[in-house]
């Protein structure tokens, strides 16, 4: 039987990437519902027009006429930029919670960050470290999370999801994909000469995570580090993408080696050894493209 969810922030960056291996995968155990505020009309079960912050009227007519949803995800939000309300992903974040409540929808998956944690000590951050945000969105995103469990009912399974970076929505790649083959990218560099080490996963990786955690059997933990098992760094990124870099010099007071620890997330889905390494990240990333 064809379980289904629906994924609210389908058009963002992120939502993009993922929902490019969803709709190319007719023949999985789970159908997800693309949501989105700019589709101009519904015409099957696919597809749901609505728009959270006004309310769940809609979802909830969707879900009448359709059938029942096993969970949301939650991947719409505020990213960092200048001018941008970051408190608007607590805003978003709460009425989707208060919106699958009402509809019936008994898990939610909310996109948070690991931003929440901070730089940290090169340590990688269990879902049990402690949260020391180190700028605006890290806490927007921790804010978020506190609002979440805060407003969820007792039947209702709310987990948010520390995600590290997503190849192809992360700036090293966004950076490469508007320069030119023969035009290197900055990364900046340590006493070892090489890049940032942090935790990534691939966009395909992603949906797979995400589906198998949206109908999960079990009561989920209420945050979960999401990450491929293996950090990478950021200068073997760029090779695995056959864009030359250049080096600049770190800051002296930044952090070489920010990741997450997964063990957590390994209780619920497996990874192949392929899916930590880089050129993996890069074929998933180019495969959204074509």
């Known amino acids: ?39 101009d009309s519904v015409t ?60 019936g929808i008994p898990r939610v998956l909310v996109a948070s960050s690991s931003a ?24 927007a995103k921790l804010a978020m999370e506190h609002a979440c469990h805060e407003h969820a009912k007792a039947d209702l399974d709310v987990c948010c999801l520390r995600i590290g970076n997503v190849a192809g929505a992360d700036a090293l790649l966004l950076n490469v994909a508007e320069l030119g083959p023969d035009e290197p990218v900055v990364i900046d560099t340590f006493a070892d000469s090489r890049g940032p080490v942090r935790s990534y996963i ?14 999960h059997d079990t009561v989920l933990p209420p945050a979960l580090n999401i990450a491929a098992p293996d950090p990478i760094s950021m200068d073997a990124l760029a090779q695995a993408a056959g864009q030359p870099w250049t080096a600049k010099p770190a800051h002296s007071a930044a952090q070489q080696s920010i990741t997450l620890d997964t063990m957590l997330l390994n209780e619920f889905c497996s990874f192949s050894r392929e899916e930590s390494c880089p050129s993996d990240m890069v074929s998933q990333w180019k495969e959204t493209l074509s």
């Open 44 to 103: 099957d079960a696919a597809s749901l027009k609505w728009d959270p912050m006004d309310g769940s009227g809609e979802l909830c007519d969707w879900v009448g006429q359709y059938g029942k949803l096993q969970a949301m995800i939650v991947l719409a939000g505020v990213t960092p930029g200048q001018g941008k309300d970051l408190s608007l992903n607590t805003d978003i974040a709460v009425a989707c919670v208060t919106a699958a409540a009402a509809a």
């Open 1 to 39: 039987m064809t379980e289904c969810v629906i994924c609210v922030g389908s058009s963002g960056r992120v939502g993009c990437l993922v929902s490019a291996f969803w709709q190319r995968d007719p023949e999985s155990a789970t159908r997800t519902v693309l949501q989105s505020r700019r589709i």
């Open 202 to 215: 691939g966009p395909k990786s992603l949906a797979r995570v995400l589906n198998k955690l949206a109908v």
């Open 116 to 139: 929440v944690y901070g730089a940290g000590d090169g340590t990688a951050f269990r879902e049990t470290s402690a949260c020391q945000p180190a700028n605006a969105y890290g806490e």
